[in-house]
């Protein structure tokens, strides 16, 4: 939930999850770096990961990284300099940051602790960190990491950036993939992007998702309804094939539900979900305030709530 203005905590989350997965309690934190900066230039090779506008030092470690890359990526190895350079950044950057939330709070928990100095220093996984990544959650966490660093990339990206300030995104039903609407550039699963905002739950059922089972994109009003009415030609709600109408469910729930109009439970859930990405810097939200707009023209101040109301009792 926090804002992104480089896309390190990113970088962090997920060498945090590897290294917390493999068990190990303590790593020495030029071990910790190497992971941590191999995962940085493997995304630099698919988006920026800082906006274009931000100027860069040139010991700042970004711009190691870029200088760095070509040399990592052909061995696979970080080399000596983008370590070193890490190694230099992270105690006082990313890893003072985050645990850190909007509004000078904390998360109540923390994942690490730095301790030693000079060469000896370590990066302690607290048991915690340990339990949650290796987790039956864990691998949906990781997935859900990649899909908040893909959209953040694109926000950055010259050209997508502004279209998702824009337009907003929509949805490529071939791929279950959320798309940039102006160049038709997938940014990233709508299962993955969405999950959290709904506690890793399903919908339908508000039971935990198993990233292990069969998990399906619901159509919490039925798209049916915009077949059933439009073949009279008098249907004039909003698109129930965009973002603000799909969530992630159990599959077997999605079967079951099948056409059915969702319950007051449902909308409930949905409506949290919704003001959860409304009240988040994640680019998604720009989709639902468009979303707001265009179905009530100059009504000012809807809920989500109130919203998902007013398409029921235009049924």
């Known amino acids: 939930m926090g804002a992104n203005s480089r896309t390190y ?24 770096a190497a992971a941590y900066s191999l995962g940085m230039v493997r995304h630099l090779a698919e988006g920026p990961q800082a906006p274009h506008a931000a100027e860069l030092g040139e010991n700042d470690f970004l ?10 990526l052909d061995v696979g190895l970080p080399t000596e300099r983008l370590v070193a350079a890490a190694v230099r950044s992270m105690p006082t950057m990313v890893m003072q940051k985050f645990h850190n939330l909007r509004g000078e709070t904390a998360v109540p928990h923390t994942f690490y602790e730095l301790v030693g100095t000079g060469r000896q220093r370590v990066v302690r996984l607290t048991p915690d960190l340990l339990r949650l990544a290796q987790s039956e959650q864990a691998p949906g966490l990781a997935a859900e990491l990649g899909a ?23 949805v490529d039903w071939d791929t279950l993939k959320i798309t940039d609407k102006r160049r038709r550039r997938s940014v990233t699963g709508i299962v993955e992007a969405t999950v959290g905002f709904q506690h890793g739950r399903c919908l339908i059922c508000d039971e935990v998702l198993d990233p292990s089972a ?29 973002l603000w109408n799909l969530a992630p469910a ?9 056409d059915r109009l969702p319950t007051q439970a449902e ?12 009240q988040s810097p994640h680019p998604l939200r720009r989709t639902l305030q468009l979303s707001l707009k265009s179905a009530f ?8 709530l109130q919203f998902l109301g007013d398409v029921q009792a235009a049924l």
Not at 250 to 258: R, V, W
């Open 9 to 32: 905590k990113f970088a962090l989350g997920q060498t945090l999850l590897e290294l917390g997965r493999q068990g190990q309690e303590a790593v020495p934190l030029a071990e910790f």
């Open 63 to 72: 711009t190691v990284a870029v200088q760095e890359s070509t040399a990592t």
């Open 148 to 170: 908040r660093w893909s959209i953040v990339e694109s926000s950055f990206a010259a050209g997508v950036g502004r279209s998702l300030v824009e337009e907003g995104v929509t």
């Open 214 to 242: 069969a998990v399906a994109v619901d159509h919490v009003f039925p798209f049916s309804l915009m077949d059933r009415f439009g073949s009279v030609g008098s249907w004039y709600g909003p698109d129930l094939d965009a």
């Open 250 to 258: 159990h599959g077997a729930c999605n079967g079951t539900k099948s």
């Open 267 to 278: 909308l409930a859930r949905l409506a949290a979900r919704n003001e959860a990405i409304m």
């Open 297 to 304: 023209p100059g009504r000012s101040g809807t809920s989500w």
